[in-house]
């Protein structure tokens, strides 16, 4: 059974870091890609970050490019998001999915949703101004 558990989320002032993990069993993690995504309250969900983890191949959404970086482990089987530069409009809850097609960072335009398949629970984010 796959499963993905987020964890690191807080509360932090703006301008501050915050590091999320995603812990993934249940699957061979370097045949998978993991994303990160968001949900703010009242928004739709939006594509964060990706990675693959067979080659490190990423995404990065514009809005979060120079402010955040993924990276994987795969001896930990975890992927994490180190989340500099925070701003009040990066609160939401965050959440970690896992999709088979490796492709999906290389070839789709944003890491969309439709391919992950395998989602964590979230963890909460918030940046106070």
């Known amino acids: 059974e796959v499963q993905l558990v987020e964890s690191g989320g807080g509360l932090v002032q703006a301008g501050g870091s915050l590091r999320l993990s995603c812990a993934a069993s249940?699957?061979?993690?370097?045949?998978?890609?993991i994303g990160w995504f968001r949900q703010a309250p009242g928004k739709e969900r939006e594509g964060v970050s990706c990675?693959?983890?067979?080659?490190?191949?990423?995404y990065y959404a514009d809005s979060v490019k120079g402010r955040f970086t993924i990276s994987s482990d795969s001896a930990k089987n975890t992927v994490y998001l180190q989340m500099n530069s925070l701003k009040p409009e990066d609160t939401a809850l965050y959440y970690c999915?896992?999709?088979?097609?490796?492709?999906?960072?290389?070839?789709?335009?944003?890491?969309?949703?439709?391919?992950?398949?395998?989602w964590g629970q979230g963890t909460q984010v918030t940046v106070s101004s």
């Open positions: 999915a896992a999709s088979r097609f490796l492709g999906v960072v290389t070839t789709t335009p944003d890491c969309p949703d439709p391919y992950f398949g395998s």
């Open positions: 249940g699957f061979a993690f370097d045949d998978y890609a």
């Open positions: 990675i693959s983890s067979s080659d490190g191949s990423t």
